[in-house]
C-alpha cells in the first residue's frame, strides 16, 4: 500500500489529486471544531462524555461518524449522516416506484437526474435532523440565549438550524468534489477523516490504562490492553481477508463456426464477493438500535418500566447484543436482494450462450446461484456481526471503556483504505499502459 501512494505520488495528475483530496479533509476537520452561535460548547461537551460513559448508543453512534463534531455542536455536526440516509432512501425508492427505476436506467442523465433528488432529499433531512438536534439542546439548557421575547428565540432557533443544515449541504459538496477531482469516494474519504481523527483520543485511553495498572499494580489492565492491541489487529486482517475473497462460479460458453471461423468455447466465471453488501447492514442495524436511546431525552428512566427498558437497549445489555446481530443478518440479505437477482443472470448467460457446468439454463441456473447467493450471504453476514460484536463483547468483558472503536469503524477505514489503494493502482496501470502503436 505505501509503495502504491509513493508510486502514485510521482505522478503529477495523481499528485495534484491526493494533494486535493487532503485539502477537502482539513477544511472538513476545520468544519468540525467552528462552534454554532448561541450554544456552549463546554457544558455540551460535558453532557457528551457522561452520554457516552453511560453507554447513549445514538449519541455515541453519531459522534463517532462525524469525528466528534457532533460534541462540539460545530458547523458539521450532523457530519455526512443525512445524505447517507438520502442515498439509501434513494436506493430503495428506486426499486419501489418504476418512474425512479426508468429514470436511474436512462445512462448518465438519468443518473444526473438521481443524483439531484439525493441533493434535495439530504437537505430536507438536513432540515429535520436540524430542528430535533436544536430542540434536543434546548432542553438540555445547551442554548446560551434564552430570552424571554417569541422573536427573539424564534431568531436564535433559526441561525441554529440553518447553520446545521448549511453545514450539512456544505459536507456533501465537498464529497462531490472529492469525486470528480480528488481520489476515493468522497464520502467514504470523509467519514474516515472523521474516524481517523478519534484515534488520538483511544490510543491516550490506551496509554492511560496501562500507565494506571503499572503504576497502581492493578497488572490485568496491562494485560486487557495488551490483548486489545492484539485482537485489533486480528480483526484487521480478518476485513481484509474477507473484502478480497470471492466465490467464483464457472461458466463455459458454446462454441459457433462463423465462416470458417470458430468463436466462443471459452471457460470464465461469475465472481461473487463475500462481504458484497459492505458495512452497509452495520450502519443499518446500529441506526435502528439508536432509536430507543432517543426516547430517553423524553421520558424519565430512573426507575419503573423505563429503567429496564434502556437496561436492555444499552451496549451493555443482552437484548442490544441479540437484535444486533440478528438485524445485521437480516439487512445482509436485504442488500443481497438489492444487488443480485439471479434469474436475471441466468437470462444473461443464456442470452450470451453460456452455462454453468452440469446444471440446464433457465430456471435451474437461476435457483443454482440463488443456492450460492444465499451461502455467500449468509458468510458475510456471519463476518459483518463478529466484528460488530468483538469489541462490544470485549468492553463489557474486561470494563475498559473508550477503547473500543466499534466495528464500524474498523470495517468503514479498512474498507476506504483498501478502495482508495485499489484506485489509485487502476490510474496508474491506466497512465503507464502500452498501447500497440508504441
Do not use: C
Not at 499528485?15 to 471544531?33: A, E, P
Not at 458539521?76 to 432512501?89: E, K, Q, V, W
Amino acid at each position: 500500500m505505501f509503495n502504491t501512494i509513493r508510486n502514485a505520488w510521482r505522478i503529477p495528475d495523481l499528485r495534484k489529486k491526493i494533494l486535493y483530496t487532503l485539502l477537502i479533509i482539513v477544511v472538513f476537520r476545520f468544519g468540525s471544531v467552528i462552534p454554532v452561535p448561541f450554544l456552549d460548547v463546554s457544558a455540551l461537551s460535558q453532557m457528551m462524555a457522561s452520554a457516552e460513559a453511560s453507554g447513549n448508543a445514538a449519541l455515541g453512534y453519531i459522534n463517532m461518524l462525524t469525528g466528534g463534531a457532533f460534541s462540539y455542536a460545530s458547523l458539521f455536526a450532523m457530519g455526512i449522516t443525512p445524505y447517507i440516509n438520502s442515498s439509501i432512501i434513494m436506493q430503495l425508492l428506486t426499486i419501489a416506484i418504476p418512474a425512479l427505476e426508468r429514470i436511474s436506467k436512462e445512462g448518465e442523465s438519468g443518473r444526473k437526474k438521481i443524483a439531484t433528488i439525493t441533493r434535495y432529499v439530504t437537505v430536507v433531512l438536513g432540515l429535520i435532523q436540524g430542528v430535533a438536534y436544536y430542540f434536543y439542546l434546548r432542553n438540555s439548557n445547551i442554548v446560551n440565549y434564552m430570552g424571554s421575547g417569541v422573536v427573539t428565540n424564534i431568531f436564535v432557533g433559526l441561525v441554529i438550524v440553518l447553520t446545521f443544515t448549511a453545514g450539512t449541504a456544505l459536507v456533501m459538496w465537498m464529497g462531490e468534489q472529492i469525486n470528480e477531482k480528488g481520489i476515493g469516494n468522497g464520502i467514504s474519504m470523509i467519514l474516515l477523516a472523521g474516524i481517523v481523527a478519534r484515534l488520538p483520543s483511544m490510543v491516550g485511553n490506551l496509554w492511560n490504562y496501562i500507565s494506571a495498572g503499572w503504576t497502581g499494580g492493578q497488572y490485568s489492565y496491562v494485560i486487557f490492553s495488551i490483548l486489545f492491541v492484539a485482537l485489533f489487529l486480528v480483526v484487521i486482517w480478518v476485513i481484509v481477508f474477507m473484502n478480497e475473497a470471492e466465490r467464483r462460479i464457472p461458466v463455459q460458453y458454446a462454441k459457433k463456426v462463423v465462416g470458417r471461423k470458430m468463436y466462443g468455447g471459452q471457460s470464465s466465471f461469475l465472481p461473487v464477493k463475500v462481504a458484497m453488501s459492505g458495512v452497509m447492514p452495520v450502519i443499518f442495524a446500529s441506526a435502528i438500535l439508536s432509536i430507543p436511546q432517543f426516547i430517553k431525552f423524553f421520558v424519565n428512566p430512573e426507575g419503573g418500566f423505563w429503567k429496564g427498558f434502556f437496561e436492555a437497549f444499552s451496549q451493555t445489555g443482552w437484548l442490544y447484543t441479540l437484535l444486533y446481530f440478528l438485524l445485521i443478518i437480516m439487512f445482509a440479505f436485504f442488500y443481497m436482494s438489492i444487488q443480485y437477482n439471479p434469474l436475471e443472470m441466468a437470462n444473461n448467460l443464456r442470452q450470451s450462450n453460456g452455462t454453468i457446468p452440469g446444471i440446464r439454463p433457465g430456471k435451474p441456473s437461476a435457483d443454482f446461484i440463488a443456492k450460492i447467493l444465499s451461502k455467500i450471504t449468509l458468510i458475510g453476514a456471519l463476518f459483518l456481526a463478529f466484528v460488530a460484536l468483538v469489541p462490544i463483547v470485549y468492553t463489557n468483558l474486561t470494563g475498559l471503556a473508550g477503547l473500543s472503536m466499534g466495528g464500524t469503524s474498523i470495517i468503514i477505514i479498512v474498507g476506504v483504505a483498501l478502495e482508495t489503494v485499489k484506485q489509485l493502482e487502476s490510474q496508474m496501470m491506466m497512465r503507464h499502459y502500452k498501447g500497440f502503436l508504441d
